[in-house]
């Protein structure tokens, strides 16, 4: 699930490579460049609108609040909330990409849990740095004190739902990846219902999840030789990893052949 702008942009090398031609790595290097440079300018576009519109969306989310909304923001919240939800994620990636795919999967899914690790952990580093003060402190929306307890810009909960769905969108083919996006959609909007987070923490951590946690993937799964894995039991690629599932009497777990 690409941008339009990325869509628009690699339509002429895909063009290109469909005729058969021989595209030169400097052109397919600023292609991406520029594509990765128009990610940043639209983040930071739609960043800056939703600083615009931190105070008015506090303001309708206070005016929204029931039992129906505090419901429905409980489920965001544990979604987004990594200690809950990590280990049935992994574990289900794990047996779902054995199940379907099997060491191929298996990769895959060590890949995906790379880019959500990298993703999360990008915007720990960003709201930690960044020392924004949350709503509910009452400080107004442009208080910050580096380095310190506050942590608020950008959201930790949505980085972490929007990194799964990147994760997930860059390991599979046909539309898997829609409902994760729709509930990270639903975690973000929970963090501003609840008064947890700014309308802007809740972009910012949704798109360093959705643009770290893609790149994470994509890099691990080439480090895995996701893309060219040898079917069943091939042989190992040279100068390569394979990681199988390993099932022992006693346990399960993860064996790993250089």
Do not use: C
Not at 4 to 33: K, N, Y
Not at 45 to 74: K, N, S, Y
Not at 193 to 198: A, E, I, S
Not at 204 to 213: E, H, I, K, S
Request: charged letters at 20%; zero cysteines.
């Amino acid at each position: 699930m690409l941008p339009l702008g990325a869509v628009l942009s690699l339509a002429p090398l895909h063009a290109a490579a469909q005729a058969g031609e021989m595209i030169p790595e400097a052109e397919v290097v600023a292609d991406r460049t520029g594509r990765m440079w128009r990610d940043l300018a639209l983040g930071a576009g739609v960043l800056g609108a939703a600083f615009l519109l931190d105070e008015p969306a506090r303001d309708v989310a206070g005016e929204l609040q029931g039992t129906l909304g505090d419901d429905l923001a409980g489920i965001g919240h544990g979604y987004g909330d990594w200690k809950r939800t990590a280990p049935f994620l992994a574990g289900g990636g794990l047996l779902l990409g054995v199940t379907l795919d099997g060491g191929r999967g298996v990769r895959k899914a060590t890949s995906a849990f790379f880019g959500v690790f990298v993703g999360s952990m990008s915007n720990t580093l960003l709201n930690w740095t960044l020392g924004r003060s949350r709503p509910r402190e009452e400080r107004g929306s442009l208080h910050f004190d580096p380095f310190r307890n506050n942590a608020s810009l950008g959201s930790g909960h949505t980085a972490y739902a929007f990194a799964i769905a990147a994760a997930v969108d860059e390991v599979t083919d046909g539309g898997w990846a829609i409902p994760f996006y729709a509930v990270a959609a639903g975690t973000g909007l929970a963090r501003i219902y609840g008064d947890r987070h700014w309308l802007s923490d809740v972009v910012a951590g949704g798109f360093v999840g959705l643009w770290v946690g893609r790149r994470a993937t994509r890099a691990a799964a080439g480090w895995l030789r996701v893309a060219g894995a040898p079917e069943a039991d091939d042989e190992v690629p040279a100068s390569g990893v394979r990681i199988e599932p390993l099932v022992l009497v006693d346990g399960v777990g993860l064996r790993l052949r250089f």
